[in-house]
């Protein structure tokens, strides 16, 4: 059996592949990238059908870390030309969230700057989670805070928090190269909370930073180990002002091997295409839906996405569809405790979700900038 054949066969079983099988994917060529999409296709459609989730970004705290990791436009001594704004207020914030969910977001993940919150800054998600709430919004809500602290996490999930995001990033071996004022072991130390407070643990990576094919491995196992539900894949944005400004390391191709190896190494869990994928992927966007199965909508934290109607445009040429708001994402067997993993042999159908309009605001909600139809 080929090696395509056989990591389609353990996604479908839910088998962890090897390591080399991974790495193997990694280095597959250009001649063979439509097999190995077509592999990683086969996983995602049964797990998955054609369905795809959209989240949306909310930036309730922007700039001004006094940490510094080397990718991010909102590290310590950042010179990104970023807006840069202290807690948006719980309406503001709010009135941003439903504006992503009339478009038809089915998670907002509520994003702040910083190490960690302290537990005023809970309290004032708390609020912002109520507030969203009263307005009638039925969407799930990802908190993204930083590093949490006892008792936090299950704050959160009291106050109607779904699922918690805190990216691995990479490897642990090349963690000290991207970051010095905190470690791998801090960022997965979160993860277990978050996933012990009850909350749906959300863990990624960020690719096109110098990493090996075997540091890129490595941070997929790691974040299979954690049994993380949902993985967000960005590939580095080189924010001028950064240490990384300058790197471009990646292309298209590379971009779908790296999307491929993740949803053989986690197969039957939400894996994300994330930051990085307008510039990155460019027009082999459509590619990775066949890979993914769920974006994110129109802008990111502090830089902007394509508008939002073009992403429902592509989802739709593709031949894909907006999951519903009453469809479960995950497989069954992920929601029911103790179920055998079981692919259906043709998997169905179902609902597209209602036409949504797409009116969207630009990063920093709040502020003046026009929406990003
Ligand atoms: S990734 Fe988070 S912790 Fe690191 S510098 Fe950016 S905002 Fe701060």
């Known amino acids: 059996m080929n090696l395509l054949e056989t990591l389609a066969g353990k996604g479908l079983r839910c088998e962890l592949p090897t390591r080399d099988e991974a790495l193997a994917v990694l280095a597959t060529s250009d001649d063979e990238l439509l097999d190995v999409v077509a592999a990683a296709g086969r996983v995602r459609r049964a797990w998955f059908g054609r369905r795809v989730k959209l989240n949306y970004l909310v ?145 990624g990576l960020i690719a096109g930073m110098g990493e090996s094919d075997e540091d890129l491995v490595d941070v997929a196992f790691a974040l299979r180990e954690l049994d993380v539900e949902s993985v967000p894949v960005n590939f580095l944005i080189p924010f001028e002002g950064t240490p990384l400004g300058e790197r471009w390391a990646l292309t298209p191709q590379r971009c779908l091997r790296i999307l491929a190896m993740v949803r053989f190494v986690c197969p039957d869990v939400e894996v994300r295409l994330a930051g990085g994928r307008e510039i990155h992927l460019r027009t082999l966007q459509p590619l990775a839906l066949h890979i993914v199965n769920a974006i994110f909508l129109g802008d990111y934290l502090t830089s902007e996405g394509q508008p939002g109607k073009a992403d429902l445009d592509m989802i739709a040429d593709a031949g894909f569809e907006v999951e519903a708001p009453d469809v479960p994402t995950l497989p069954p067997h992920r929601r029911e405790p103790g179920a055998a993993p079981q692919a259906p042999a043709e998997p169905q159908p179902v609902p597209a979700a209602p036409a949504a309009s797409v009116a969207l605001r630009r990063r920093g909600a709040g502020t003046d900038l026009p929406p990003n139809t």
């Open 59 to 203: 930036n309730l705290k922007s700039g001004l870390c006094p940490e510094d990791c080397s990718y991010c436009s909102q590290r310590l001594g950042s010179k990104a030309e970023i807006l840069t704004y202290t807690w948006l207020k719980p309406d503001a914030a709010a009135d941003a969230a439903v504006a992503g969910v009339a478009a038809g977001a089915k998670r907002v993940c509520l994003v702040a700057s910083g190490r960690g919150p302290t537990d005023g800054d809970v309290e004032r998600v708390a609020g912002t989670i109520a507030a969203i709430r009263e307005r009638g919004a039925d969407v799930e809500i990802c908190a993204c805070l930083g590093f949490l602290r006892d008792g936090q996490g299950e704050r959160l999930r009291e106050a109607g928090a779904h699922a918690y995001n805190h990216n691995l990033n990479t490897s642990e071996s090349k963690y000290g190269d991207i970051c010095t004022t905190h470690g791998f072991d801090d960022r997965a130390d979160t993860v277990r909370r978050s996933r012990d407070a009850g909350l749906s643990a959300c863990s």
